[in-house]
């Protein structure tokens, strides 16, 4: 039996890539037992890595349960209402025609349930683009993020996909927040869009060029937070390791400068000054931090309290000696193939809810779902043969290539 703040409650996914998925992950983690109804060729993340699972999916899908249905027959839409009837909550992220084509709205739901929780991620919110579709890196254009990132002179996404997992985050706000309202319908509706998520994530660079604008009578923007502080980045270190420091304030650079072994420069002493000559103080920070071994850089800003860090790759993180303390990651195997993955990090809030499982393959659970609804298990038998629905096939592969250095045979 699951523990956890949201133990007992049911929650209907109807999710694809990270948006959704990501919400009903959360809510996995705080108790719920999560539904994921997928079509009959499974969600998009299930295919995106050498015709498998991506880390999308394997990240944001454990212990979760995969029901398979074609929903546009009506044996599917009836497994479907039947669901929605015994559910407590739904997070979909379709887009609005596929919604509505699949009866996968507020309106329908809250006919067969009128005490769902429904809750709609979709592009745009209300206004004159709100039956378009958009995704990630849509919402970064056009909220501002994409227009200075421009790692090439091209303005680029930033990589990941953070307003679908601000958006997936500003979701279970919700759900909770109308778990403990009065339910009224306007609180049990909810939508999120992720262009209005990127709105608000981007609240403080929009009011930072507002009072640019009044001040100095021009949209001034710094191309980064980091270019407004001279010696605030990544620099690399003699042995070419990178290391990122956080030089803020006078007293971060006087530190600096004593960890360094670098004389004061009394024209120096201001972030105004600084700023007034920002490519020589990058140009001395990039030569004090490439004339010092990274190890023995870190034991000299130790001593004199210089915040900073390691620019670590991917496959680093999770062998740090901060990431393995504590309770913060899991292993767990899935397809053959083991995985550390990170845990929500709540501590005692979440009580002991992560179950160690994989992601379900595709249709893994449906049978076990229909029969809880009350099918027999020839009823089962006549929905699949049907190709209303779908059950797992525990024998077929996950992935196209096998594990490096296996055998081929």
Known sequence: ????????????????????????????????????????????TRKLVRGGPSGSYIAFNRGKRSLCLDMTSDEGQKAFRELIASADIVVQNL??????????TFEACNAINPDIIFCHIKGYGAGPLEEQVASNPIAEAATGVMYYNRPDGRPARLGPSYHDQFAGCYAVIAVLSALMSGRSEAQRNIEIGLYETGLHIAARDLLGVQLKTQLLGRPEQEPSAEFSMPGYGAYETRDARWIYLVMLTDDHWRKFCSAAGLVADPELDTLRQRRARRPDVEGIVAAAVAAIDYDDLVGRLNANGVGHT?????????????????????DFGFGGYSFQTPELPLGALLGPVAD???????????????QELGYSESLVSEVVSCGAAVVSDPDAPLWSKPRAGASMD
Do not use: C, W, Y
């Not at 887009?95 to 996968?104: E, F, I, N, W």
């Not at 390691?310 to 899991?330: F, H, M, N």
């Not at 160690?356 to 229909?370: K, R, S």
């Open 1 to 44: 039996m699951k523990k956890g703040i949201l133990a007992g409650k049911t929650v209907v996914e109807l999710g694809s890539m990270i948006a959704a998925p990501f919400a009903t992950h959360l809510l996995n983690q705080l108790g719920a037992d999560v539904i994921k109804i997928e079509p009959p060729a499974g969600e998009t």
């Open 95 to 104: 887009s609005p025609s596929a919604a509505r084509k699949l009866g996968a």
């Open 310 to 330: 390691e620019v670590l790759p991917l496959d680093r993180v999770l062998g740090t000696p901060q990431a393995q303390s504590g309770e913060k990651v899991s």
């Open 356 to 370: 160690l499982l994989p992601p379900p393959v595709l249709g893994e659970h449906t049978a076990q779902i229909l």
